[in-house]
């Protein structure tokens, strides 16, 4: 089905229970990045809440620099404008309060269980089913803008995706009892974002870490850290208050990891 016949604005809308995530809307069948756009719009004076969702992005990106294959037909592909009143160092938070609003939205429209493989993935019997970019802006010591970009595998068979993931990736197509339609997710994930984004702002921390490790997929888990070309290995043990992983080394020395792709052993 097109994408302007599964997620048209009115079928996106109709379903938002959110004060203010999704209330701005821009559904586009095609875009560069969705991320762009949004920090374009930001830029511009946009206020917080704004999203927006294309059928397919010619150039969408992943984490670390990779691409984010975005064929038209197949994902959902959508970043959200916010504008957090806190330090930048907090802002890695959103990314965890994003990957739990993902996790309710798939949860609450199939019949599946998903994890959160710290710091961005969403994780359906052990395969990723979304990824989470969260870029940010700041000005001074100040916080402009964080957009949080969304990607979530819904109609895609194996074959649909890219080698080198086909073996570690899925989609709700394939895990979900049901066809699940985009406008229906998209409004899930923009609801629930909602949810947990009021958490936020209202400073309440510890509740997003708490639901964060109860559904991790990594804590307790020996990992492999790679960081540039550093590789080392341990075990992730915890979150800190500001969402970085926290891992105990060969040595025993606790080690905290923010920026860096953790692959459970
Ligand atoms: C990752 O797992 O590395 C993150 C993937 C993020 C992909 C989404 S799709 C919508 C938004 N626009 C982009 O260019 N990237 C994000």
């Known amino acids: ?25 821009q559904v586009v069948a095609e875009i560069g990045s969705t991320n762009d756009a949004a920090a374009a719009a930001g830029h511009a004076g946009e206020p917080e809440g704004l999203a927006v969702v294309a059928d397919r992005q010619a150039s969408g990106r992943g984490r670390l620099g990779r691409a984010w294959a975005s064929l038209p037909g197949l994902g959902v592909y959508t970043s959200i404008l916010l504008r957090p009143d806190v330090p930048p160092l907090q802002t890695p938070l959103l990314t965890i309060l994003a990957g739990l609003a993902t996790a309710d939205a798939v949860r609450g429209v199939g019949d599946v269980e998903p994890r959160l493989k710290w710091p961005n993935d969403v994780l359906i019997d052990g395969r990723k089913v ?3 970019l969260a870029e940010m802006a700041t000005v001074g010591e100040r916080v402009a803008q964080v957009v949080v970009g969304i990607g979530i595998n819904v109609h895609h068979r194996p074959e649909d995706f890219p080698a080198e993931v086909r073996t570690t990736a899925t989609s709700l197509g394939q895990t979900a009892g049901r066809r699940v339609e985009r406008g229906e997710i998209v409004a ?9 984004y009021e958490v936020f702002s209202a400073g309440d921390r ?6 964060a490790r109860d559904r991790s997929a990594t804590l307790g888990r020996p990992v492999t850290v790679i960081s540039g070309p550093e590789r080392w290995q341990g075990t992730a043990v915890d979150l800190d208050e500001d969402g970085a992983l926290l891992v105990v080394n060969g040595r025993g020395v606790t080690q905290r990891v923010l920026a860096a792709d953790v692959s459970i052993r």
């Open 188 to 196: 899930a994930l923009y609801n629930a974002f909602d949810k947990w």
């Open 1 to 25: 089905m097109s994408f302007t016949a599964e997620a048209t604005p009115e079928k996106i809308q109709s379903r938002l229970t959110s004060r203010v995530i999704g209330r701005r809307l």
């Open 130 to 132: 979304a990824g989470i």
């Open 206 to 211: 510890a509740a997003i870490l708490a639901a």
